[in-house]
């Protein structure tokens, strides 16, 4: 008996509470969690799949580049859940977001669920009440194109990021990645920093003053810009290599500047030249996911990856439309919305007479078709949400509402004022001085949409003085002047600003480099991977990125060239389009050639790769016979200048973290091989193992190790082959210095201690469980079992005594452990247990839990800034994962059927062919929900592993 019930699938649980107050009881609204399918590791096939065709890559390249997809491991109890809902509902809605992405995670669902009810796709671009009725009522087909196009940029990843990445391993250093976007962002930063590395300063003077009219009282700022009919060289004028460009240009020193302020100072100053025009300027477009993550960059502080993360939130809330979008127009209900609201706060005179129609610039921007906006068919204030939102879902939500409203708004109007002042009189040495001071100012006679927002900007290397708004006093040519203050600075040229994440999205986009909606994950992926580093807003290469990047340059040029790069992303957009075969794109990408392997392409770049001179690629050189090498364990710097006996090494000194490339001069090269002597300092050799013992700088601090001979490995190892015989062989032992000893006094006896630990301190006689003296990263501690207990200084962890410890243990605990502190922050009752939820410091760092669920804080959210509404869905989240899970060793069987060409049927979904027969059939239209129908093999558990070849 048919139970009239609808399933409606969306991907987070936030997205799913509130459509489901939207619907009414004969709906169903449940969330998939994200993605519940990807491609497995090669080692997580099935042990008869490992061998053949898809055992490289899960990708079977020999036979139209078709996938082999496998359910998450974690998914399992998701999809098993979904099966079941689905078996009591009449309809499917398929409710993912309406980009690649989105629709991707539709067919996987379609393709694990295997529905046989009637299946819609149901899209929109905001969740309010009016737009989710509205896509009832208008649903489609799936769009086999837009799948086409997110299967085939997986593919291309997976195949880029497992062919480069183990030369990386092999050449630069284990665990390192290479990926189509991540790979061409780290090359934009680090030339940056090569353009620093390279530049030489210019010092050059320039003279200032203020001039009135005569006996006026209206003082305004002037600049030395002319001298005796030549131009005077300002910041702009020299080379990066320090020189002069251009002829003609006067280059001020000290002496002639302050020649200049004492002529000038008894001179005659008149208006030589005053031009006055219109001053019109438009209101910038309403955002894109591109230029939001931009201006939340500049004037919010927040990182892409957190803008990103506050406006899904905002999206699935129900205050914001969807955030994943490069287009700027806004629909007809948004611009008549604007309009009305900014006709009611700023007067009918700020609303032009026709709407403001925004186009996009960017090429293939076709995934969404409107600006991020406030959601609904009438915008709330950011007044009228503050009781709702509160710190950066607030501060965004309303940079979102200004700059929407703003762009409806009228021009800003005004005039602009040029001037120029010649200055006559004589200098000390009895010289005529003719010289030109010139100065600019902007009157706003209408302020229009700057009423409401202003765009910023990022620092530029040559910002004008001059302030937009400031006022010239009424004036005309010939008018007398009268000056005062006039004095001469001396400056020094600038090398380029560093990027930001701010401006390397913009370079990206202006570049056509991936995609807006992966540029956050983009960053994320070269921060979390250590080839950028964050020093406060500028993002600053690391030695590792520099050595990454020539390699590529000089063995994978293509793959790093920009616009290669742009090219593959326009390809990709024709694939989406429809307009180009995907299959024989990847195997032109691939092979080099259409009709399959031949010279060229990715493989064949790879299998005749040559010999890589490792120590070359990871060398830089400094200057005078200094080199940077990145080492095993991490960057020192090699003076090759210096005299040694035979057989010794050069002099060598690690190079701490907090030392930029472009700071590493050779000064400060030659100052840290005078105070680090050796480098590594070596304190002995280990009467035990006869390893050295070293002490050594690095990221966390002082530490001392042990240095284990180089592995001889077989030769002609395979990548993965290679990584697991890595894996097996031991460790260096590490310690960290104690905060009262010296990295300069440290001893080979107390580094033997530090390495000693975990100390064994004994075995309590009740329980018979071992007693352990550690250190943590919150400091000394105790362990006995899953019992720990603080010690009070780092060197009890060398001379406490059994007793001693019992006696700790005999001490009553304060809540649930002897460390158990406080929460740090309060949030409220957790609507599924009823439980207060709280934030807390955990082994792991910060983490949100109401006593049952615990859930740590993802790195970059602030503890300050996590809402009640981000810690209940973070907690939701966790739920739905359910408990991890340990692998068993039994092996996989293999699926019955490969992923084949996706052919839907009819009505039903028909399974995918079989690998085995090496062809790709053709997609046909269904007649209902075009669904690439679901395979016949079985899903294997696939958990992701700590170490692979990330891609973006």
Do not use: C
């Amino acid at each position: 008996m048919s139970s009239g019930r609808k399933l409606v699938i969306v991907e987070s649980p936030a997205k799913a509470r509130t459509i489901a107050s939207y619907l009414g009881d004969g709906y169903e609204v449940e969330a998939s969690v994200g993605h519940i399918r990807d491609l497995p590791q090669p080692s997580e096939l099935p042990a008869e799949m490992k061998k053949g065709p898809f055992g490289k890559f899960a990708v079977d390249v020999e036979n139209g580049f078709e996938p082999y997809y496998e359910v998450y491991g974690d998914k399992k109890k998701k999809v098993a859940e979904l099966k079941r809902l689905l078996k009591d509902a009449d309809e499917l809605y398929l409710a993912t977001d309406e980009d690649r992405e989105g629709e991707a995670i539709a067919w996987h669902l379609l393709e694990a669920l295997r529905p046989k009810v009637p299946v819609k796709r149901m899209v929109f671009h905001e969740i309010t009440r009016e737009a989710i009725q509205r896509a009832l009522q208008n649903t489609r087909d799936l769009d086999d194109r837009l799948v086409d196009a997110q299967e085939t940029r997986r593919i291309l990843d997976r195949l880029y990021g497992y062919e480069v990445s183990p030369v990386l391993w092999r050449k630069v250093r284990q665990g390192l990645s290479a990926g189509r976007v991540q790979s061409v962002a780290t090359r934009l930063v680090v030339e940056r920093e090569r353009e620093r590395m390279a530049f030489v300063n210019a010092e050059y003077w320039d003279v200032s003053g203020e001039f009135t009219t005569a006996g006026g009282d209206q003082w305004f700022s002037a600049r030395l810009t002319g001298l005796d009919g030549a131009k005077v060289a300002s910041g702009r004028d020299f080379s990066d290599r320090g020189e002069l460009k251009g002829s003609g240009v006067v280059h001020l020193d000290e002496a002639a500047a302050q020649a200049v302020v004492a002529g000038a100072q008894d001179g005659t100053a008149t208006v030589r030249s005053l031009e006055t025009k219109p001053y019109t300027r438009r209101p910038a477009a309403p955002f894109t996911t591109s230029t939001l993550q931009q201006e939340a960059s500049r004037k919010l502080r927040m990182s892409s990856r957190q803008t990103m993360r506050t406006a899904q939130t905002l999206y699935e809330n129900g205050y914001i439309t969807y955030m994943r979008t490069d287009s700027p127009a806004l629909s007809t209900q948004a611009i008549d919305a604007a309009r009305r609201q900014a006709a009611e706060l700023y007067g009918g005179d700020f609303v032009p007479a026709k709407p403001r129609i925004y186009t996009s610039k960017a090429k293939g921007a076709q995934e969404a078709h409107e600006a991020i906006r406030p959601a609904g068919d009438e915008f709330r204030t950011p007044q009228q949400v503050a009781t709702e939102l509160s710190g950066d879902q607030l501060k965004l939500y309303d940079l979102i509402w200004k700059r929407t409203v703003a762009s409806q708004m009228g021009d800003a109007r005004g005039s602009t004022a040029s001037v120029r002042l010649g200055v006559t009189g004589t200098r000390p040495d009895g010289s005529a001085l003719d010289a030109v001071f010139s100065a600019s100012g902007t009157v706003i006679t209408f302020r229009g949409f700057l009423a409401a927002y202003e765009e910023g900007r990022d620092t530029e290397r040559y910002d004008s003085d001059d302030a937009e708004g400031s006022r010239l006093p009424t004036m005309a040519e010939g008018d007398a002047m009268t000056s005062r203050e006039l004095a001469a600075a001396g400056h020094s040229t600038t090398p380029p600003p560093r990027f930001t994440e701010a401006s390397l999205v913009k370079a990206l986009e202006e570049r056509g480099i991936g995609r807006p909606s992966t540029y956050a994950s983009t960053i994320s992926t070269i921060l979390d991977r250590g080839y950028v580093l964050a020093r406060g807003q500028a993002l600053v290469p690391s030695w590792v990125a520099f050595a990454v990047v020539r390699l590529l340059e000089e063995h994978f040029p293509n793959l790093v060239d920009y616009d290669f790069t742009a090219a593959m992303e326009a390809d990709l957009d024709e694939i989406a389009a429809g307009e180009r075969d995907r299959t024989a794109w990847l195997s032109q990408f691939y092979y080099g050639s259409e009709a399959g392997p031949a010279d060229g392409g990715l493989h064949g770049l790879v299998e005749n790769l040559g010999d890589i001179d490792a120590r070359d690629i990871n060398s830089v050189t400094i200057g005078d016979g200094i080199t940077l090498r990145v080492g095993r364990y991490g960057p020192y710097i090699e003076d090759a200048s210096a005299p040694v006996a035979e057989g010794e090494n050069p002099p060598r000194a690690s190079v701490p973290d907090d030392v930029a490339p472009d700071e590493l001069t050779v000064e400060r090269a030659r100052e840290l091989l005078s105070t680090q002597a050796e480098g590594d300092n070596v304190l002995g050799q280990d009467p035990v193992t006869g390893h050295d013992i070293v002490a050594k700088n690095g990221r966390y601090g002082p530490y001392v190790t042990e240095v284990l001979p180089e592995p001889e490995l077989e030769e002609g190892l395979s990548a993965a082959a290679r990584k697991r015989a890595l894996a097996a062989l031991p460790k260096p032992r590490t310690g960290s210095l104690f905060k009262s000893m010296s990295l300069s006094t440290v001893t080979l006896d107390e580094a033997l201690q530090l390495l000693s630990l975990p100390r064994v301190v004994g075995v309590d006689p009740e329980s018979g469980e071992e007693i352990t003296a550690q250190n943590g990263r919150y400091g000394p501690y105790l362990k006995k079992g899953t019992d720990s207990r603080t010690l009070p200084s780092e060197e009890q962890l060398l001379t406490i005594t059994l007793e001693e410890a019992l006696a700790i243990y005999a001490q009553p605990k304060r809540g649930r452990g002897a460390t158990a502190s406080a929460p740090l922050r309060e949030l409220g009752e957790d609507p599924t247990s009823g439980k207060p939820i709280v934030i807390k410091d955990g082994r792991f760092g910060a983490y949100v839990t109401d006593g049952e669920t615990n859930r740590t804080l993802p790195k970059d959210a602030p503890i300050d800034s996590v809402t009640f509404e981000q810690a209940v869905e973070l907690l939701a989240i966790k739920r739905a994962a359910g408990p991890a899970k340990k692998r068993t060793a039994a092996a996989k069987k293999p699926a019955a059927k490969t992923a084949a060409a996706k052919k839907p049927a009819a009505k039903t979904a028909a399974a995918k062919k079989p690998a085995a027969t090496k062809t790709a059939a053709a997609k046909k239209p269904a007649t209902k929900a075009t669904t690439k129908s679901p395979a016949s093999k079985t899903t294997a558990a696939k958990k992701p592993a700590t170490k692979k070849p990330a891609t973006d």
